[in-house]
């Protein structure tokens, strides 16, 4: 048997029975900081373009838009609901590095309203559609950013949308393969659209197609059942030499979703950044004055995406380490409205960013889970004022970001498009997502869709 | 000013007048012939999956689905009508290979009939579009088949798209920057794909994709507006270590649509095998109906993804050279119900493939343009019949296939689906089409549609 029909065989026969009680506990908070960025998302211009071009097709209001009060076609609305879900990069970061929710939990909601769908067929499938990004991740053996070819959600997005798809469509194995076999013709997604509007799309594009492929195959529509390993298939055409069907094989317990895990994001920004964003809070500490900054040096590995002395706009200012360093050190604080296409133009820091100069070293590996950045600070009176950052708080291999800490970020989230008293009606159905029957699902949609309306 | 932007200002003041007269006589022909193709491939399980799943999504009726009885939105009709365009691989050949049409008429007709624009718009918007493709390709430097890790109407496709659909919406050259690098981010589509029902969508996801990408920037959405210049951008990520961008520079006139022009196809097939069918009919025709054939040897050039000893499937046999040459000797001719399960099954056919090899000699260049193929049918009595052929009629380097013979084709097509007056109507409008106003393309689309 091939590695493909081996491997959808393993994903038919993972149910929510087979997960384990730490696989399921992370599905529930995974829920709830998907559902509260994409809301949060909702406010930005590129989520708002989108909304009204889903809007006008008029198609059938079969899934829920959150956060617009209107609903829309099954694929449209996880495109939608995906690209909100991204457009903050707020969504937690993976190993090898990908966004592995934003591609798949609008997939499974956008069938909830159609399908009956309990909270554990929403969990369970959400494990598995992480589950597959993960070890197509990994057995593509790429994990430094410089060999990278594609933007990772939508490289493996899509076969996470045609997993979690599948399993709330009941795909047989067969169906199984082929919706991947679909999938694969539709990854992909350039770096360079990082720090555009596109990168979001990235990602609700990879929760529609997945979906959609797993749509199709389930009326019968057939692609390469042997996609991963055939001749100029997915491993062939997206890896090459260094891809490894047989790590695939892998799928199972104790499940990615557990571990390793996932970094929870507590600053809306590529997660590289947050390594500076630590570095740039601990100077604010340690330099009161900010006038006797005379210049800084930023230490980080090679990573020309994230070079970015003068960001032009608040999304490409989510991609600069030197932006994101000095907003730190200048207001103590990052968040969502640090990304404004107006504070990346704001004198005050440009002229501290004048002051930045970023020094990438190839001596640094690469990698969110081995890299580091430090920062140095030489202030008029002569002295030297430095730090390190080894990881953010939440990273991999430290103590994850605590329940309370989260929820101050989930609440900050629907602050911004919710009254309080709606908003803790909504953390409390999310956080029983795993015990919610499919009606229980649907009023949590109903709650997430009204949002604050176009 | 960087390629990306000189580029997308050229296209952005291509106008209608600036075709001429022998680039829309070529766009013309192809508009009839995509819409036949399409027509006869309604009838193809693909594609009647795909209908029902759009159908299912209920878009705004703005836009006819060719052979579906319905309307949808626009983006939803491009989907469906291009993978139906393509799903019989009975659509223009181009050099170096794409499927250039599929991808790019659907997306000018979806508008024309959503927005009410005239023939004259589309026929324009179909050259320019067709003409981006062109030269994409050539600019990649990745010609024969085992260069290609993408299926190329997946790669070039959504560019094509794009900028069809830029001329109709009237974009200006920035936000046609941006268009295109939204784009960029929609190409891809695995080779393997070749012999299910998903490589037509290839064709159809990337118009509609394209198109998408073109409304999303018309409203003001961003992309990297430099995706042919950025080292991470459209050529940067596809074309990395073969990239010739000069190629884009030679936008415009003599345009593509005419030179080096497109190889109408006769067989509904992978354009290889039209080698291959062409040295086996001439085998039929020495042969007669009584074949006592011992063994077949095949020799042609490097290209993995045609050698299928055994398809399992009609859709696959358009992608065996071993099939299509057994299905010529035998039947001494070769059309859609060539490709149908059920002709894959004969036991004559079946028995036929197992004494046919294959053998790919790496001299043969396995590019469309210089290829050629041997048979050598071995018979009972001890004769060997040999064929060879250096390319079918009507392709690059020979005469055309003469318009009365192309309208039998055309003919035929939409006589699958289509009653013999409304057959008349369809070869007439397309065939005015730079004449025709709004109105005369949307009674196009509406008899293309079929209703019951």
Request: charged share 20%; proline share 6%; glycine share 10%.
């Amino acid at each position: 048997m091939g590695t493909t029909s081996e491997l959808s065989q393993k994903i038919v026969a993972t149910r929510y029975e087979t997960l384990t009680p730490q696989a399921i506990a992370a599905a529930r908070q995974l829920v709830l900081d998907g559902l509260a960025i994409a809301l949060a998302g909702t406010e930005e211009a590129a989520v708002r373009i989108l909304a009204e071009h889903y809007r006008g097709f008029g198609a059938r209001d079969d899934a829920t838009a959150l956060g617009f009060g209107f609903r829309t076609a099954i694929p449209c609305a996880a495109a939608l609901n995906g690209a909100a879900m991204h457009v903050l990069d707020f969504e937690p970061m993976w190993t090898p590095s990908n966004h592995a929710l934003s591609t798949t939990l609008p997939a499974i909601l956008a069938l909830a309203e159609t399908q009956r769908v309990s909270g554990r067929d929403v969990v369970t499938a959400l494990v598995k559609g992480i589950e597959i990004q993960g070890w197509t991740r990994h057995s593509g053996h790429v994990y430094e950013h410089g060999g990278a070819r594609f933007h990772p959600p939508g490289l493996v997005g899509p076969l996470g949308s045609a997993v979690a798809a599948g399993h709330v469509l009941g795909l047989d194995a067969k169906a199984q393969a082929h919706a991947l076999g679909i999938a694969a013709s539709r990854c992909g997604g350039l770096l360079a659209n990082v720090g555009t509007m596109t990168k979001s799309t990235h990602c609700g594009h990879a929760a529609m197609l997945g979906l959609e492929a797993a749509m199709l195959a389930a009326r019968g529509f057939t692609g390469n059942a042997n996609v991963f390993e055939t001749h100029q298939g997915y491993g062939a055409v997206f890896f090459g030499d260094t891809f490894q069907p047989d790590d695939l094989l892998n799928f199972g317990p104790p499940y990615r979703i557990a571990q390793p895990g996932y970094a929870m994001k507590m600053f809306p920004s590529q997660y590289g950044t947050h390594f500076a964003i630590t570095a740039g809070l601990s100077l604010h500490e340690q330099i009161p004055d900010l006038a006797s900054v005379r210049a800084i040096t930023l230490h980080s590995p090679v990573m020309q995406y994230v070079n970015r002395p003068f960001p032009e706009t608040g999304l490409s200012g989510k991609f600069s380490l030197q932006y994101t360093m000095a907003r730190a050190l200048l207001d103590g604080r990052v968040g969502i409205d640090t990304f404004t296409d107006a504070n990346v133009k704001e004198p005050p820091i440009l002229a501290l960013l004048d002051k930045v100069a970023l020094k990438m070293d190839p001596a640094i590996p690469a990698r969110f889970d081995q890299m580091h950045v430090e920062a140095s600070a030489e202030l008029a009176d002569g002295r030297v004022v430095h730090t390190r950052c080894d990881g953010p708080r939440g990273i991999w291999g430290s103590p994850p970001i605590s329940e309370p800490d989260h929820l101050v970020k989930v609440r900050d989230c629907l602050g911004r498009v919710m009254p309080e008293a709606k908003a803790d009606d909504l953390i409390t159905l999310a956080r029983r997502i795993d015990v919610l029957d499919s009606d229980g699902v649907r009023e949590l949609l109903r709650l997430a869709g009204e949002g604050r309306g176009a | 000013m960087g390629l990306t932007a000189t580029l997308a200002e050229r296209i952005a003041a291509t106008r209608y007048d600036d075709i001429g007269a022998v680039a829309l006589v070529a766009a013309r022909r192809l508009v009839l012939d995509g819409l036949a193709v399409a027509v006869a491939g309604t009838k193809e399980k693909a594609i009647q999956i795909l209908a029902a799943h759009m159908r299912g999504l209920g878009g705004v009726p703005e836009v006819s689905a060719i052979g579906g009885g319905f309307r949808t939105d626009p983006v939803r009709a491009a989907a469906l009508n291009g993978a139906a365009m393509h799903v019989l691989d009975f659509e223009p050949m181009w050099s170096p290979a794409t499927h250039a049409l599929s991808t790019t008429l659907p997306v000018a007709l979806a508008l024309g009939e959503a927005h009410g624009l005239s023939g004259r718009e589309i026929l324009a918007a179909l050259v320019k579009g067709i003409e981006i493709q062109g030269w994409l390709r050539e600019a990649s430097g990745q010609f024969i088949p085992e260069q290609l890790q993408f299926h190329p109407p997946g790669l070039v496709g959504p560019m094509g798209a794009a900028v069809v659909a830029s001329h109709l919406l009237k974009l200006d050259g920035s936000k046609l920057q941006h268009a295109l690098g939204i784009a960029a981010s929609r190409a891809g589509s695995v080779f393997s794909n070749a012999g299910t029902m998903t490589k037509s969508t290839h064709c159809g996801q990337a118009a509609a994709l394209g198109l998408e990408a073109t409304m999303l920037a018309a409203q003001g959405f961003t992309g990297d507006a430099e995706t042919f210049d950025s080292p991470q951008g459209y050529a940067g990520t596809f074309y990395k270590g073969t990239y010739r961008p000069d190629e884009l520079t030679k936008f415009g006139p003599p345009w593509r649509v005419v030179s080096p022009g497109y190889a109408i196809k006769m067989f509904p097939s992978q354009f290889g095998t039209h080698f291959v069918i062409t040295a086996g009919l001439e085998l039929h025709r020495q042969l007669g109906d009584r074949v006592a054939i011992r063994a077949v040897t095949l020799t042609g050039p490097v290209m993995p993804y045609v050698n299928r000893p055994a398809p399992e499937t009609g859709l696959s046999g358009k992608f065996s050279f071993q099939y299509v040459l057994a299905a010529a000797l035998l039947d001494g001719k070769v059309g859609i119900g060539t490709f149908t399960d059920s002709t894959l099954r004969r036991a004559d056919i079946q028995a036929l493939l197992a004494k046919i090899q294959f053998r790919m000699d790496p001299q043969i260049p396995a590019r469309f343009e210089t290829m050629h193929i041997d048979v050598a049918v071995e018979l009972t009595d001890g004769r060997t019949l040999q064929a060879r052929c250096d390319g079918p009629r009507g392709v690059w380097g020979k005469p055309p296939i003469p318009v009365v013979e192309h309208l039998v084709k055309v003919r035929d097509c939409l006589a699958v689906r289509l009653a013999p007056e409304a057959i008349e109507r369809c070869v007439a409008l397309a065939g005015s089409l730079d004449e025709l106003p709004a109105d005369g393309v949307r009674e196009l689309m509406t008899l293309v549609r079929c209703d019951a």
